[in-house]
């Protein structure tokens, strides 16, 4: 199945021939098609089945801090399935749910991609994040100011701990 967009994947720079980005209202144009209004729908955990080759691991302890967060801030971010019911992003959070006993779920259902884009996304999730680096100033000032207060959490629920 051949999509608009699917160029931007295989490495399709927004820059044209001049180098300043001329194509960039073109490649934006492409990328708005794949923009779809999302619905969430609630469903039991126990409905959702994880991808059998999910290479991303998530310890006990990430699950009793993900367990921890959702208890704190809500289920704040849906997990994505694809028409089988199968997880593309938020094997974490699922684990979570099942770990809490919820009976219900956040779940966006994703049927526009190809076996072989879902595959490639259960990794880019994943990665793509890790990639990403930190403000060291301002989370040194975010850590230290949120250690101090009088928080009605744990500080621990932010995934970091009192000496970082």
Avoid at 5 to 11: A, D, K, M, V
Avoid at 116 to 126: H, I, S
Wanted: overall charge negative.
């Amino acid at each position: 199945m051949e999509r608009k967009g699917s160029s931007l994947i295989r490495g399709r720079s927004d820059r044209g021939n001049d180098g300043r980005g001329s194509n960039s209202g073109a490649c934006i144009d492409e990328i708005s098609q794949l923009l779809m209004p999302l619905t969430i729908s609630y469903e039991s955990p126990a409905s959702l089945s994880p991808a059998p080759r999910n290479a991303r691991q998530h310890s006990r302890r990430q699950v009793s801090q993900l367990c921890a967060s959702i208890g704190e801030f809500g289920f704040l971010v849906p997990i994505l399935v694809d028409e089988r019911r199968t997880v593309i992003a938020g094997h974490g959070r699922l684990a979570a749910a099942q770990q809490l006993g919820l009976k219900q779920v956040p779940v966006v259902h994703i049927g526009h991609l190809t076996a072989e884009q879902k595959r490639a996304y259960l990794l880019a999730d994943n990665r793509l994040a890790e990639l990403s680096g930190w403000d060291t100033d301002i989370l040194k000032v975010e850590l230290e100011e949120l250690s101090v207060l009088n928080l009605p959490f744990e500080f621990e629920i932010t995934g970091f701990d009192t000496v970082d």
